[in-house]
């Protein structure tokens, strides 16, 4: 048997990027062979092992064929008598199909080299089109490589433009979107991975909502920009850039959805978008089976965003729903979150990129007032249930307005 590094371990070398994961390539070997040398099998039917002792993967060589829909829709086949060129042939990107041997030499039929040095992002052969989720693969590739200027080759657009037209695309699992969805937000300029999904019309398929953004228009006073499917990808742009979280990131990329729903005699207003743009942030959440803590974040970010920017005006009882909103006495660091997302969301405005922010720390300020009140006097005073909780909010309310008199002398 001859074993191979391939994949984004190949890749990563020839670009001088770190590699952290190896994944390998067996060819000339059967399952019986592996298992008996201490390789564990990763699924029951599936040609993939755990090496016993650095636990990486080992794939046997293998072909496949599209048999059905989405991605259970394949069948493979792995023997001894697959070779290397047909096990890469099989692989999405040319910049992915290539494989190194242990002394360093590079199997390279799909000219991957060559497409890493011109920075294209290229499908390897017409097979491309029997997986959906390279769509998204691409998309988040382009994010990951944007800074080193890779773009994606037309022929290969063209053929995700098919792809996104054909209806495959909703045969993908939530599971397997989020994976991509995820991991291209968490790269460093994921504004690219929306954009290219939008470029071969896989975003009006997976997320019409963000997609009808592009083309409505805001105030200019507000939004140099005016475009809000700009003003989005500008606001995943600071976000990243800020390095923020996957729940902020996720936040950002949802806030403004209402704004897809107003009407165009209402434009450039959007009056009460943030509360019309709930159920779309509901539905994308739940298209995607979104962690939790990414759901709760983009609905409160999209319902409260214009009370964070409009923070320094806000009565002190408006302050306290707010603060009661996010549950900040419990949930501090989400309440920090929101904040954050706000900053992104007034950042991601053309040319307003470097202003201050001042409501953030004033935001802060409030929750620390609020959360600092003493509730042990209240309970010597005898106060206790709903009483209780009655005292604790006049208590805040009070430190609200101390705060707020002391924030604007
Ligand atoms: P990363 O750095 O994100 O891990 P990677 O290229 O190693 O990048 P993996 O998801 O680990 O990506 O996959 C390893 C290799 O398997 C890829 O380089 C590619 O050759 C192949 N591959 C993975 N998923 C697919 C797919 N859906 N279609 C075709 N080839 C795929
Ligand atoms: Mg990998």
């Known amino acids: 048997m001859q074993i191979f590094k391939v994949g984004g371990a190949v890749r990563d070398r020839l670009l001088g990027k770190p590699v952290t994961d190896i994944d390998w390539v067996v060819v000339g070997a059967t399952t019986e062979e592996m298992l008996a040398k201490g390789y564990r099998p990763v699924g029951a039917d599936f040609p993939v092992f755990l090496h016993p002792k650095s636990g990486e993967e080992y794939a046997l060589a293998r072909t ?19 070779t290397l060129e047909e096990d890469l042939i099989r692989r999405d990107l040319t910049i992915n199909a290539m494989a190194e041997d242990d002394h360093g ?3 390279d039929p799909y000219h991957g080299q060559r497409d890493l040095d011109a920075r294209v992002l290229r499908h390897v052969s017409p097979a491309f089109a029997e997986d959906p989720l390279r769509v998204l693969r691409v998309a988040r590739f382009a994010a990951r490589y944007a800074e080193l200027g ?6 290969t657009l063209e053929l995700m433009r098919q792809l996104s037209e054909s209806g495959e695309l909703e045969a ?16 460093d300029q994921p504004q690219v991975f929306i954009q290219v999904l939008r470029d071969c019309g896989a975003l009006k398929v997976l997320m019409p909502e963000v997609d009808a953004l592009f083309g409505v228009p805001q105030p200019e006073a507000h939004h140099p920009e005016i475009d809000t499917g700009v003003h989005t990808l500008s606001v995943l742009e600071q976000a990243a850039r800020h390095q923020q979280p996957l729940t902020v990131r996720w936040a950002c990329l949802l806030h403004d959805l209402g704004k897809g729903l107003t009407p165009k005699e209402e434009w450039p207003r959007h009056i009460a978008h943030e509360h019309k743009g709930l159920k779309l942030i509901k539905a994308l959440n739940e298209r995607f089976k979104a962690p939790r803590d990414c759901q709760e974040l983009a609905l409160l970010v999209g319902e409260y965003h214009t009370h964070g920017h ?28 929101f904040i954050i997302a706000c900053e992104m969301d007034a950042r991601g405005r053309k040319g307003l990129e470097q202003r201050s922010y001042p409501q953030a720390d004033y935001l802060r300020g409030a929750a620390t007032a609020a959360r600092g009140i003493a509730v042990q006097p209240l309970l010597e005073k005898g106060f206790k249930g ?3 909780g009655e005292a604790i909010k006049r208590e805040r309310l009070k430190a609200l307005k101390a705060y707020k008199e002391a924030a604007s002398t």
């Open 64 to 82: 496949e064929r599209k048999s059905g829909r989405g991605y259970g829709g394949f069948t493979f086949h792995a023997s001894p008598e697959v």
């Open 105 to 107: 030499n590079l199997t």
């Open 150 to 155: 890779f773009t994606v080759a037309p022929e």
């Open 172 to 187: 993908l699992t939530a599971e397997r979107s989020w994976k991509e969805i995820s991991r291209a937000l968490m790269e």
């Open 310 to 337: 409009r923070a320094l005006e806000l009565k002190a009882s408006t302050l306290l729903e707010l603060l009661q909103s996010f549950d900040v006495y419990r949930r501090p660091q989400r309440f920090e979150e």
């Open 386 to 388: 709903p009483g209780l």
